[in-house]
Structure formats: structure tokens, C-alpha cells
């Protein structure tokens, strides 16, 4: 996520009421989640264990919450709460705005593009030529859509991230300050959910289509020509790429990939990562030949234990 305008590190510092190690006048231009930060962004950090991950990422400016030597060409917001100054910094660049009518005068709608009754369009979204946009769908606000994308009636396009901390008291929610994309010439069924980015985009590309039911988790990319099928559920920040088809019931860990023109079959549980141009099945995921094989031989067990009596 990206400012308005660059602020420098000392403007970071006093709107966290935090210290700061470096030059004052250092440049912060956005922040972002490790996975996508760019020079310029703010990443935090507040577990010993992700301390140099987070320092060595590419992101200049590291809210942490201890002391410690920084990086040449860094500098360092010190928080005794990175997560919640997190918070605050989306909070204040990216502030709830209400809305009082179905389809806010802030967004933009292509022409040809047809809403059906019931549906809300939020504040800054961009939906653009020959849409159609079935009833009781839900686009939340800075979504952005491309031409020819077809929604079935209750989707929902940027809910908030499932991202919590636990605390003594309960769970805190790291608040989404990102947005959906979607690409040219996709399809969505009906009552499929799609959550935002916490500070980046949750992208569905051209021309993939999904099925009814689907959940798509926050900051997640769909590739190019994809087909999911009905009741699967991909976690948060899992890259799918180009023409991978997903049967139903599938459901996968996050941080994952699963590589271009593979197939996986129905209930699967993709639990890491596969090569594209393959077909996979089961829990753990295997490739699929090789796992029928080991189910043909469990059922062979009986009759080798009948021949040991």
C-alpha cells in the first residue's frame, strides 16, 4: 500500500509516538507485508525469530520492537507493539468510509455494465465495460474490476483478512487496508467470497473462471485461464498459476504455489507447494497415480493377512 504523498521518517515516528534510528528526513513511501514489500516501505516485525528475515527483506523501514544495529540504507520505527502501531498507520492512510447509498458516487462503472437490484458498490471501486453484475452481490470499497467479468448474486469481493494476533484478552485483527483485483473475462459464482489484500491486491487474472462457494483468501494471485471448482478454499497468500484447474473440495495451506497446468483433484488437501503439469490427489497431496496405487494396495491388506493365518 502506497501513501498519498512520501512522509519522512520522522512525520512516521511522531504520528506513532515511537523512536526512530536513522536520518529524520529518510523517505517512507508506503507500507507493506514481508512477501511484497518494495525499498521505500514500512514492514514490522515483532518476534525475535522473524528479526532478519524482516531486516534484510527489501523493505527500507522496519517497525520492531527492540533496539538492535541498523541495516546500511535502513532505518527503524522502535515500537513496543509493532502490530498494533501497524494498525495505526493503516487506520490513517486507509480510514473506513461509510457509505449511505447502493452505489457510491465515487465509483466508476464502464459502460454496458449492468447491476442487478440489491447490489452495493463501495466507495472508489472501478468495474469497467459490459459487466453484469448479478443481485445482492457485495463489492467493497477500491475494488477494482475489469471489463466483461460476470458475478453471481451474493458474492462478496474484499472482506477483511483472516489475520489475527492472539492476546491475553482475545484475538486483535491486523485491519486490510488492500484491495481484489479483477483481471479482464472472469467469471464468479454465486455466494463465492473474496478477501482484500492487508496491504497489497488479492488478484483473480483473465479469463479464469470459479465456480459457486469459493473462498479466496487475502493477497492470494489467481493465474491466467484457471478453473476452480465449487466449495474449494485457498488460503491467504497462495499463488496459483496460469491454467491450473482445481476440482471441488479442495482446500490448501497458505504461502503456497501450485504451479502452472496442474490439476487437482477433488478434496484434496494441497498442503505445500507442486510443480505445474501434473495431476495431484489426496491428503497429503501426492501425485495422483501414485497415490491410487497406494490405495489399490491398502485394500489388498485383508487378503495378504488372510494368507498369513
Known amino acids: 500500500m502506497k501513501f498519498p504523498k512520501v512522509h519522512s521518517l520522522e512525520e512516521i ?7 526512530f534510528i536513522g536520518d529524520k528526513n529518510f523517505e517512507v513511501l508506503g507500507m507493506n507485508e514481508i ?3 518494495e525499498p521505500g516501505d514500512i514492514v514490522f516485525v515483532d518476534h525475535p525469530k522473524y528479526y532478519d528475515k524482516a531486516l534484510q527483506s527489501a523493505a527500507t523501514i522496519v517497525l520492531i520492537n ?24 493503516t487506520r490513517h492512510f486507509k480510514p473506513f468510509q461509510f457509505a449511505n447509498v447502493a452505489i457510491s ?17 463501495g466507495n472508489h471501486v472501478k468495474i469497467g465495460k459490459n459487466c453484469l453484475i448479478h443481485s445482492n452481490v457485495s463489492i467493497y470499497d477500491h475494488t477494482v474490476i475489469g471489463d ?17 494476533k492472539k492476546r491475553p484478552e482475545g484475538f486483535d485483527q491486523l485491519i486490510s487496508g ?28 483473465e479469463g479464469t473462471k470459479i465456480d459457486n462457494q469459493v473462498h479466496v483468501g487475502h493477497d492470494s494471485v489467481i493465474g491466467k485461464k484457471c478453473l476452480i471448482a465449487s466449495q474449494t478454499g485457498i488460503a491467504g497468500c497462495v499463488i496459483i498459476e496460469d491454467e491450473v484447474t482445481i476440482w471441488g473440495q479442495v ?11 496442474a490439476v487437482i483433484m477433488g478434496q484434496t488437501g494441497v498442503t505445500k507447494s507442486v510443480e505445474g503439469g501434473k495431476s495431484y490427489f489426496g491428503t497429503p497431496i501426492e501425485e495422483s497415480r501414485e497415490k491410487l496405487k497406494q490405495l489399490a494396495n491398502i485394500k489388498k491388506i485383508p487378503e495378504i493377512l488372510n494368507k498369513l493365518k
Open 13 to 19: 515516528a511522531n504520528l506513532l509516538s515511537c523512536e
Open 251 to 261: 482446500g490448501t495451506t497458505s504461502g503456497i504455489t501450485i504451479g502452472a497446468k
Open 105 to 121: 458516487s465515487s465509483a466508476s462503472i464502464g459502460e454496458g455494465t449492468v447491476i442487478q437490484p440489491n447490489s452495493f458498490v
Open 35 to 37: 512477501h511484497v514489500v
Open 66 to 89: 527492540k533496539k538492535v544495529d541498523c541495516p546500511e540504507g535502513k532505518a527503524l520505527l522502535i515500537s513496543d507493539d509493532p502490530f498494533r502501531d501497524f494498525n495505526t498507520l
Open 148 to 164: 466483461n467479468v460476470i458475478i453471481h448474486a451474493g458474492t462478496i469481493l474484499g472482506a477483511d483478512a483472516f489475520y489475527y
Open 178 to 205: 488492500g484491495r481484489v483485483v479483477i483481471e479482464d473475462n472472469v467469471g464468479i459464482g454465486a455466494l463465492c467470497t473474496i478477501d482484500k489484500g492487508v496491504t497489497g491486491d488479492t488478484t483473480i487474472k
